[in-house]
């Protein structure tokens, strides 16, 4: 068996992996999202690099989006995009940014205390920013900022996720014992659909550390 | 006649506009389409990048997207320790972190991403910690080196880095940050 040529670990981690999972941050991770406006590829959150006073929410959504597939890639209406944020431990949601396309822009809710929590998520309030989507074809992006101070972008943009996927590929498979040197970027080329927020700190919880989850849901 | 039917006609229209009007404050103040909607099929998932597809299994991962973080460790982590070990051969003892495996499994399946408020913000740049995570960093290097890089990060060196050190294009100074699309 080509695999005893391996290390045990190797084997076992081929084996582990053979049945078609692909390690790629999150893209197309679950059966049930694969391929579909849900699927979320990455969740990024930072202090801004211009302004840290303010923090950066960067949630991903349809991977591995080719130019051409992008030129017609939307959001979709029935699919709330959510970054849940815990504040105080136990990690259930204290306030929640929810963004929801609808007719060509981004609603933006919050940050706010969440109506309900966990697997059902209401829509609070009234929208703190709408952003119009910005289109495949447009020169620059449509960036607004509200009067509390929130920026928003909404619109594809390059995948920012990099990884020599294929080679992870054949070392699972058992056709590869490393990694190559240098690697090739399985997902350049590629881009997603993407929202962007730059929202100040006065606005989220006044505490040193915060824990930060993205989810996708479909309208009920 | 005519009179009768011009008015009935203008009703008819501004009941229909009525009703337009109706659907759209439906849920809230006129102008927002969205207020008190409801949506409630779970969809994915995301916390750390990459945590689902490397720790759980395919039976599990649409279970996986449907529990909440605050029970995440209790159904996931005794998978992830599993998992850790059989990609280590059963020899898993610590990593750059110091940490064993039920610690750092306990770590992984509570599937958030932790995030300072107060300072830097990186997933890992060899001084801070799980204090968020930006754009350039590099989480897969940061992700193989835990798992396989044994106490020191120089075990396993071809399973260490996948040596795509970077984006394939270069991200923006200011706002929105991440690069026009392709």
Redesign the interface.
Known sequence: MKKKKLLIGIGLFALILTSGLIWASDHADAPSVKGKSDDITDLYVFQSPTNPNNLVFIGNVQGLLSPALTANASFDPNTLIEFKINSTGGLVEDHVIQCVYNNGKMYIYGPAAPITTGATSTIVGNASLIIPVTSYTANAPTVVTSTSGISGFAGPRDDPFFFDLNQFHAITGGTATSFNNPGKDSFAGTNVMSVVLEIPKSLLPNVPKLNVWMQTKQHM | MKKKLFITLLGISLLGLGLDSCKKNI???AG????????????????R??I???FV??AD??A???T???A?SAAFQSKFQT?LQ????G?YTTNILGLDAPTFTGVLS?????????????YYDGKNVLT????TD???DISLTLI?GGPNGTA????T????P????P?L??????????
Not at chain 2, 110 to 122: I, P
């Open positions: 849920n809230g103040p927002d389409p969205n207020t008190g909607e409801v949506f409630g099929i779970q969809g994915d998932q995301v916390g990048p990459g689902a597809t490397v299994a395919a991962k649409d996986f997207n449907q909440q973080p605050s995440m998992q059989a990609y280590n051969g020899n509570s599937d958030v991403l932790n995030v300072s408020t107060t300072g830097t913000t990186t968020g995570r930006n754009l590099n989480v897969i396989f396993n060196p071809g399973l880095s996948d040596h795509v970077a984006n394939d294009k991200f100074t200011s706002f929105p940050y991440e690069a026009a699309p392709w």
